[in-house]
């Protein structure tokens, strides 16, 4: 079973990602780890995230069982990621290492912005997560100050809709609901609630089609 999770940053996807993942006995890939790898490696190497060759070589080069999430989920990766991912070849540097990854048994869970549209087409089931950017402004300072940093909340609200105007208007897979893909709305719903109502929809789908 393949299980394909899109939505915007700080929508709850990751979370809902590993937890489906678990809960199903599948393997769980955060792609967006991946473009985020790239941009850490372009920007060790003094380039800029713009630097479509220096984004193409990094991309041609990953290794992703050297990832370190800690390191990855930091403010200025995510933003050069934004940047990295928006270049048509590092995409599609990518995309065998992605599909690779659903492909293999017994099946996976894969979060990100282009799943069901581009990367997993396919997928059994496919899930949209969104809330609105000023929840997901709200969660993501939440998380930074988990992590002992003190930041605006009107300023990760900026970064947050730049990034969704960048990940929607790309030409290269832009972030955007898969026709055949569940919407799950978290704006008004805890962690919680928000999983069960993503295991209701795979249940659903899954019953629909003889849960095969």
Do not use: W
Not at 22 to 37: C, P, Q, S, V
Not at 47 to 68: C, G, H, T, W
Not at 135 to 155: K, L, N
Request: proline share 5%; glycine share 6%; net charge neutral.
């Amino acid at each position: 079973m393949i299980i394909a999770i899109d939505g915007p940053a700080a929508s709850g996807k990751g979370t809902l990602g590993k937890t489906l993942a678990a809960h199903y006995g599948l393997r769980h890939l955060d792609t967006g780890l991946l473009y985020r790898a790239v941009a850490k490696s372009v920007l060790d190497a003094g380039k800029r995230p713009d630097d479509e060759a220096a984004a193409v070589a990094a991309a041609q080069a990953l290794d992703p069982s050297r990832f370190n999430e800690a390191v990855l989920k930091s403010h200025a990766v995510g933003e050069a990621a934004s940047v990295v991912s928006a270049i048509p070849e590092v995409r599609a540097a990518l995309l065998a290492l992605q599909r690779a990854f659903a492909a293999k048994p017994p099946g996976a869970v894969l979060d990100g912005r282009d799943i069901g549209t581009v990367i997993c087409p396919d997928a059994d089931v496919k899930i949209y997560v969104t809330a609105t950017p000023e929840v997901r402004a709200r969660r993501r300072a939440a998380e930074y100050r988990v992590q002992g940093r003190e930041i605006d909340e009107a300023a990760v609200l900026a970064d947050i809709l730049k990034r969704d105007e960048r990940d929607m208007s790309r030409a290269a897979a832009p972030l955007k609901q898969a026709s055949d893909a569940h919407l799950l709305d978290t704006t008004h719903l805890a962690i919680d609630p928000a999983i069960r109502a993503a295991i209701d929809i795979v249940e659903a789908t899954r019953a629909g089609r003889g849960r095969d």
